[in-house]
């Protein structure tokens, strides 16, 4: 019932409703193409531009669309929260739901980019649904942690919007990790989210990926994360009908 209440909330009164779901990444692509791709001609390790750019603008909007609304989810629902007792942590996955339902969107029109330049996955779409978990993990992970500070300190949800931005120009979403200085490189394999940017091109370009330990370093960060965000979350459901 909150989830379908939630994607109603967000559709339903707005004129172009899941459209903007489809238009948001294309204006992004629009964006990163004209400048890295067309201008600056950033190089995407032999593929075409837009296909290779345009599989981390989805997989990143996917990260960040999640880390956004369980990071608020506290938030938007107070006047619920207030007047009936329930366990809260249904609140972020209710909200995770909701960006689930934008990231199946944005797959889907991935696939149907890709398959215009002529890249087809075939059995590699296997592996979607475990790609799809892998990103809603890391918003999620991420979101809990922010949930409960964010009812006590509104404003953290500003810097929290334009830090997801900084974070994706370092992270290789419109480039490849091949550009970087060999000596920075480790710094980027540490984000979870490069792994899964990776991951999302070997399945729908088929682009290699080389792994290495810091894989494992930075999926035992994304453990560590949700262990906290949860204990976290679970320590502000104490006070949190005071904080209101």
């Given at each position: ?117 002529g890249f087809l996955p075939g059995w590699r779409l ?119």
């Amino acid at each position: 019932m909150l989830v379908r209440r939630q994607f109603l909330a967000r559709y339903q009164q707005s004129v172009l409703g899941i459209a903007w779901a489809v238009l948001n990444p294309l204006a992004q692509l629009f964006i990163f193409w004209l400048l890295f791709g067309l201008i600056l001609k950033v190089p995407s390790n032999n593929y075409p531009y837009v296909p290779f750019a345009f599989a981390g603008v989805v997989l990143w909007s996917i990260f960040s669309s999640a880390t956004l609304s369980v990071s608020s989810s506290l938030q938007e629902q107070m006047s619920i929260v207030s007047k009936v007792y329930f366990p809260r942590i249904i609140l972020p996955f209710v909200n995770l739901c909701r960006a689930g339902i934008d990231a199946l969107i944005g797959l889907l029109l991935l696939f149907i980019v890709n398959a215009c330049y002529g890249f087809l996955p075939g059995w590699r779409l296997l592996f979607i649904p475990f790609l799809l978990f892998a990103a809603l993990l890391c918003g999620l992970a991420l979101g809990l942690i922010l949930a409960g500070p964010i009812v006590r300190f509104r404003d953290l949800s500003v810097p929290l919007t334009y830090t997801l931005q900084l974070m994706m120009y370092i992270t290789p979403v419109m480039y490849p990790i091949s550009i970087v200085p060999s000596s920075l490189t480790w710094v980027i394999m540490l984000n979870p989210m490069y792994w899964v940017i990776e991951w999302g091109r070997w399945i729908f370009l088929g682009q290699a990926v080389v792994f290495s330990s810091y894989l494992w370093v930075s999926a035992f960060f994304v453990v560590c994360a949700l262990v906290s965000g949860w204990f976290i979350f679970s320590m502000t459901e104490r006070f949190i009908v005071d904080v209101q």
